[in-house]
């Protein structure tokens, strides 16, 4: 079936640092790929998406480019700030498709 | 533009007890998912609605789980009787229509069975 794996966390950065979180999904048709954002107390928002291959989507720094050949949608900041903390999700969605598969969830924390 | 609206935001319970949470979807939206999320894992869709039709309810647990969205606007979803397992955040979303638009998400009810 359809899935996505995220790295595991906490990811604890200092400020200013460069940011990789890793998604990888296994899909049957072609997905739709997403991150989505938890910040504390809050519900997920959507803060990029990829529709096909080579696709970039980016959204308050972040980017994340759609790698068929790799099977990836890995995000990246390059230089991160305390108020980027937050649990980030890695989402697919097939074309046609009526729902998005999640991954675990990857928490970043970044210090001062 | 008001987001997801869910109520309650926290609620603690006893095995074998029911319980129901409440959403209301942004206006206009004609589709409604309602999520489970597991502490440590990502949501789970349960529930999908277009309008006041279920359009994919395969993984929600039919012999306790029930949810409704009669007129098309609000939804509630139901657990009779809970499990300590069942204990998560219950996520509500909507989204304008069934393709590729964006789904936008409340801020959950944490459900906490002892």
């Known amino acids: 079936g359809d899935s996505v794996t995220q790295m595991e966390g906490p990811v604890t950065l200092s400020e200013e640092a460069f940011l990789t979180i890793n998604c990888t999904y296994t899909a049957t048709g072609y997905p739709s790929l997403f991150w989505y954002v938890q910040y504390p107390g809050e519900g997920l928002q959507l803060l990029l998406k990829?529709?096909?291959?080579?696709d970039k989507g980016s959204n308050k720094g972040f980017e994340a480019t759609y790698r068929k050949e790799t099977t990836s949608f890995h995000l990246e900041k390059g230089s991160v700030q305390v108020s980027d903390s937050a649990v980030y999700f890695c989402?697919?969605?097939?074309?046609?498709?009526?729902?998005?598969?999640f991954g675990a969830g990857t928490i970043l924390r970044v210090k001062s | 533009e008001a987001g997801v609206a869910q109520s309650p935001r926290y609620k603690i319970i006893e095995k074998r007890q029911s319980v129901a949470f409440w959403c209301n979807p942004i206006?206009?939206?004609?589709?409604l998912y309602w999520y489970q999320q597991i502490l440590g894992q990502g949501p789970k869709l349960l529930i999908q609605f277009q309008n006041n039709g279920v359009v994919d309810d395969s993984q929600l647990p039919k012999d306790r789980f029930s949810a409704e969205r009669l007129k098309g606007v609000d939804s509630t979803l139901k657990i009779q009787p809970a499990k300590l397992e069942d204990s998560a955040v219950y996520l509500c979303?909507?989204?304008?229509?069934?393709?590729?638009?964006?789904?936008?998400f409340g801020q959950g009810t944490r459900l906490t069975v002892v």
């Open positions: 206006s206009g939206h004609a589709t």
């Open positions: 989402a697919l969605k097939i074309d046609g498709g009526n729902k998005l598969v």
């Open positions: 990829a529709t096909k291959a080579d």
């Open positions: 979303a909507s989204s304008l229509s069934l393709s590729l638009n964006e789904a936008f």
